[in-house]
């Protein structure tokens, strides 16, 4: 069992930058691949970018490659997801989610535990 609490979301200017953590309970964190989702009102989830058990893996949507960097610290049994050069389009809730796998999935379904969000709002 694993339980995921986001953090770091908020309100920022487009061409601005954010980090959201995502703090994990338990002592198996390192036996999951992590991923991060969004949502944007009236739309399907959809995700963002998810990294491997050791880290070594990472794969990125287009929509976010070169903006956006996953990775986490399984001392501190949390994942991080810093985004630069943020755009209006980014305005979403953004979702953790854990699967027991090594590698991540492209997939909502695929995951077993998600967190409970956190809204990131790009202005322009």
């Known amino acids: 069992q694993v339980q995921l609490v986001e953090s770091g979301g908020g309100l920022v200017q487009a061409g601005g930058s954010l980090r959201l953590s995502c703090a994990a309970s338990?002592?198996?964190?390192?036996?999951?691949?992590l991923a991060w989702f969004r949502q944007a009102p009236g739309k399907e989830r959809e995700f963002v970018t998810g990294i491997s058990r050791s880290g070594g893996n990472t794969v990125y949507a287009d929509s976010v490659k070169g903006r956006f960097t996953i990775s986490r610290d399984n001392v501190k049994n949390t994942v991080y997801l810093q985004m630069t050069s943020l755009k209006p389009e980014d305005t979403a809730v953004y979702y953790c989610?854990?699967?027991?796998?090594?590698?991540?999935?492209?997939?909502?379904?695929?995951?077993?535990?998600w967190g409970q969000g956190t809204q990131v709002t790009v202005s322009s």
């Open positions: 338990g002592r198996t964190f390192s036996s999951y691949a």
């Open positions: 989610a854990a699967r027991p796998y090594v590698n991540p999935t492209v997939m909502h379904a695929g995951y077993d535990y």
